[in-house]
Structures are given as structure tokens and as C-alpha cells.
């Protein structure tokens, strides 16, 4: 890939484009550089990471359902807060999703991809709803 100079003379490869003026990002990219963020834990680490933060991104919901955001005092801005929570919840469980790939040689994008043409096929036979894992 080449850089492209993008907004103040910033290539576009660079962390800076990615975060600030695209303010989206790839699988690819974003396993790129959370792997530059990895101490090199043990895999216990990372699943029980991914299992804290899920269970954060349930106590998120649990509050919101209970009426937590609407306590102005606690949460001036509200609705608002609680998607702002969320979304740093989200960073951190997707972190720890891409060092359990990163580990075992599974990159995210893949996975994401494998994901919805499983979920495309299981569309087209009608079994989006049902259970177990080979509808």
C-alpha cells in the first residue's frame, strides 16, 4: 500500500489519518496496530479479558434498562453517555477478540467475512432463527 497525503500532509496510512480524519477503520488496520499494544499474555489473559468486557457491555445495558441514564446528576448527558460507554466497551472486547486471532492466526477481517456468509446461507434456507451452530 502506498501512502497517499491526505489532510495537513498526513499519509493516508498513517495511525493519525485512520483515527482522526477517516474515523473508521478496517479489520486489517485495526489489527495492525492493536498487536503493537499486546504485553504477550498467556491466551487465559485475552478469553478472560473478552469475557470482562462482555460482561461490562451487559452491565451497560442492565443500567440503561434500570433507568441508570436518566439520573441527570449521575449521567448529565444521558442516552447519549450510555452509547459513549458503550462504544469505548466495544474497543476494549474487540481488542482482546484480536489478540485471541492474533494468537492463533486468525485475523478478524476473516473472521468477520466466514461470519456473514454463515449467516447469509442460513438466510437463504430460512434458519436465521433456530439453535445450534450447523442450521
Known amino acids: 500500500m502506498t501512502d497517499v497525503v491526505g489532510k495537513d500532509h498526513m499519509p493516508k496510512t498513517s495511525l493519525y489519518y485512520t483515527l482522526t480524519i477517516q474515523r473508521q477503520m478496517d479489520f486489517t488496520d485495526y489489527h ?9 499474555r498467556s491466551m487465559d489473559y485475552y478469553f478472560n479479558g473478552l469475557a470482562e468486557e462482555c460482561g461490562e457491555i451487559a452491565g ?3 443500567r440503561l434498562l ?9 449521567y448529565p448527558l444521558g442516552e447519549e453517555q450510555y452509547k459513549k460507554d458503550l ?5 476494549d472486547a474487540l481488542w482482546y477478540l484480536a489478540m485471541i486471532g492474533e494468537h492463533n492466526q486468525i485475523a478478524l477481517g476473516e ?3 466466514d461470519n456473514l456468509e454463515k449467516l447469509q446461507e442460513r438466510k437463504k434456507k430460512g434458519l436465521i432463527k433456530g439453535k445450534g451452530s450447523n442450521r
Do not use: H, I, P, V
Not at 33 to 40: C, F, I, Q, V
Not at 66 to 74: F, H, N, T, V
Not at 87 to 91: F, V
Open 32 to 40: 495492525r496496530y492493536a498487536k503493537e499494544t499486546d504485553l504477550g
Open 60 to 62: 451497560l445495558r442492565k
Open 66 to 74: 434500570r433507568g441508570d441514564y436518566e439520573d441527570e446528576e449521575k
Open 87 to 91: 462504544k469505548n466497551e466495544m474497543g
Open 111 to 113: 473472521a468477520a467475512s
